[in-house]
């Protein structure tokens, strides 16, 4: 005879121990709310112990609404007013976990990103939240209240969170699951696509730049009315590094990007002067003053002018601040930080992150339609967007 599963009753339902669904939980729990997660893996938080090669940039300094890409430009502000960078730093410091700023207003942790997932985990314990680790779901449906079904139990509680990620990364777990459920429920979908990627040669550029791999310089990456000044990386299949990572999330597939591959610079100037010999060579010791030796060698070898007059000099240096690469696409979800795209904001109460369609229904995090910029930006709309839903549950 089966045995009918164990039932577990709560406030709240959570599914997804990442960032957001944690942050969601310490805030409800801290509330008096009782709340479960319900965590697919054998462990919480794996996309933070991965983040930031390890040390997780967990918030940035300068975060403004104007880092976020969403259909609905205006959607985020609610939130990141209400939970701003300081609010997670005087967690950090609550904590006592050591960190540092890099370049940007980026903050990473000294030691390691285990530290961070380990203040949120103890944050939990003290807001009494519940924890289930590989909680496979089965079904989830609507009577009364929200009921999910896993291999082991079902849990029924009147507010369902929805914080399981995007498809980003899915050799750690990644899966469609949370757009499938907002569907489920009638709730829009905008198509996501891969974000903060690098991007692949067509074959031609391949031939001509790959053996370049490993080679780096500082950039601005252009795209219809976005740019970024950062370092760009010729890797062997493309261009990556967090000028191109940056750009990635607002390329649309064949159209060009444009790259100007000297900022500020104007490698043809020393030519003004009469006395200076206009040749190749010159040319040539001229421009590696400026980028990479074996990056400027081979631009010249591509574009060095076929004479040298005036004209064909203000040619040449146009051409380097205008490179203009069309990628063949993008290395996908196993290589992208994030997923752009999502839930529609149009769905949700800005304020709580609750669908108005169906009460006491929450997304929050990467699987509703905000990305941000590199820089530990989407960690903070995280931070954010679970705090939202987690003081309205």
Request: glycine share 8%.
């Amino acid at each position: 005879m089966s045995r009918s599963p164990v039932v577990h009753h709560f406030d709240a339902l959570i599914l997804g121990g990442g960032a957001a669904g944690l942050m969601c939980a310490i805030e409800a729990g801290k509330r008096g709310r009782r709340v479960a997660v319900l965590e697919r893996a054998d462990r919480l938080g794996k996309k933070i112990l991965i983040s930031g090669g390890g040390r997780c940039n967990f918030t940035n300094l300068h975060c403004q609404p104007e880092n976020f890409l969403s259909s609905n430009p205006h959607f985020a502000k609610s939130a990141l007013a209400r939970y701003t960078p300081a609010d997670f730093i005087a967690l950090v410091k609550k904590h006592k976990i050591p960190y540092h700023e890099k370049t940007l207003g980026q903050l990473f942790c000294d030691p390691s990103a285990r530290d961070i997932l380990n203040m949120l985990e103890a944050e939990c314990r003290a807001a009494g939240v519940s924890i289930f680790l590989n909680a496979r779901i089965r079904e989830v449906h609507r009577t009364t209240d929200f009921v999910v079904q896993t291999e082991a139990a079902e849990f029924q509680a009147p507010a369902l969170v929805i914080a399981t990620g995007g498809l980003s990364i899915p050799k750690i777990g990644a899966t469609s699951f949370g757009y499938d459920l907002a569907r489920q429920f009638g709730l829009t979908i905008r198509d996501p696509w891969p974000g903060l990627v690098p991007l692949v040669f067509e074959p031609a550029d391949r031939s001509r730049y790959s053996d370049l791999a490993g080679v780096s310089a500082e950039v601005i990456a252009s795209f219809a009315d976005q740019h970024f000044r950062e370092k760009m990386l010729v890797t062997h299949r493309g261009l990556s590094g967090p000028a191109i990572l940056q750009i990635s999330s607002y390329w649309k597939p064949r159209n060009p990007i444009r790259i100007d591959l000297a900022p500020g610079r104007e490698f043809t100037s020393t030519f003004r002067d009469p006395k200076i010999p206009r040749t190749p060579a010159a040319l040539r010791a001229e421009l590696r003053k400026i980028l990479p030796t074996r990056l400027a060698d081979r631009w010249l070898d591509l574009h060095t002018p076929a004479s040298f007059t005036n004209a064909a000099l203000a040619d040449c240096e146009r051409a380097l601040h205008a490179w203009t690469i069309t990628p063949s696409g993008t290395e996908g979800y196993e290589r992208a930080e994030v997923t752009a795209g999502g839930v529609d904001t149009d769905e949700l109460s800005a304020k709580t992150m609750e669908s108005r369609k169906v009460p006491g229904l929450f997304f929050i995090g990467e699987v509703v339609d905000v990305t941000g910029h590199l820089g530990g930006f989407n960690f903070q709309w995280a931070w954010a967007s679970g705090a939202a839903a987690g003081r309205a549950l």
